[in-house]
């Protein structure tokens, strides 16, 4: 068992947020944090290729010879290997740069853009890591309230997917992804009553 916490939306849909390995979930797809080469690197990334084994980096491969380098903000699909999610979908988070480079706007892309693709696959639940905050140098409590609150609004608008899991890798980052939820929920209070917090084992 496992402390998690629940951001609950309203009409079946919810926001997980838990520590742990992202190769490790079992949801129907888990986002990659990947970089435009689409060719495997270090953090997560070479994680999920290291544990999907060849056919990820196979199917990569083909993306980038039929359509180049994924640019920052968006997302493509590919089989989940040896994963226990059937499906990685691999988008590029924006370099942190200062924040005055259109970061933030890159970042929301990548979540709507993730979601966006698992909703096109007719998946229901969907893994994230936290993009951007590790060799990319996004500070993470700048990219969670991005990440937080592009998940809110965009996850009510998908026809088929419900779950929105945010599995990060260390307390610190758990820390700022609920905190943000925390926020959301505080702000969006009275306009949205039907936003509910609540901590759960799982
Ligand atoms: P980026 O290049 O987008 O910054 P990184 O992989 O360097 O991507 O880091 C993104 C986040 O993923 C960091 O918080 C890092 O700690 C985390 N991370 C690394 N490995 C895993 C994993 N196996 N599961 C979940 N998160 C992970």
């Known amino acids: 068992m496992r402390d998690a916490v629940r951001l609950s939306l309203g009409e079946g849909s919810t926001i997980l947020f838990m520590v742990g390995d992202i190769t490790k979930q079992d949801t129907d797809a888990i986002v990659n944090a990947a970089n435009s080469s689409l060719m495997g690197g270090g953090g997560v990334d070479g994680a999920i290729h290291r544990a999907g084994g060849a056919a990820i980096l196979d199917a990569c491969k083909q993306i980038v010879a ?21 499906f990685v979908i691999h988008t590029v988070g924006p370099v942190w740069h200062g924040g005055s480079q259109q970061e ?99």
């Open 104 to 202: 933030p706007q890159a970042l929301a892309s990548c979540y709507r853009e993730s979601l966006r693709v698992a909703d096109q696959l007719q998946l229901v639940s969907v893994a994230f890591p936290s993009i951007s905050t590790g060799v990319y140098g996004y500070p993470v409590t700048k990219a969670a309230p991005v990440a937080v609150g592009t998940c809110a609004e965009n996850l009510p608008q998908c026809r088929r997917v419900r779950e929105v899991r945010f599995i990060l890798f260390d307390e610190q980052t758990f820390d700022a992804y609920v905190g943000a939820a925390e926020k959301l929920l505080h702000e969006t209070g009275q306009a949205k009553s039907r936003y509910s917090i609540e901590k759960i084992q799982i």
């Open 66 to 86: 039929e359509r180049g380098p994924l640019p920052a903000g968006q997302a493509v699909s590919t089989t989940g290997g040896k994963l226990p999610a059937g």
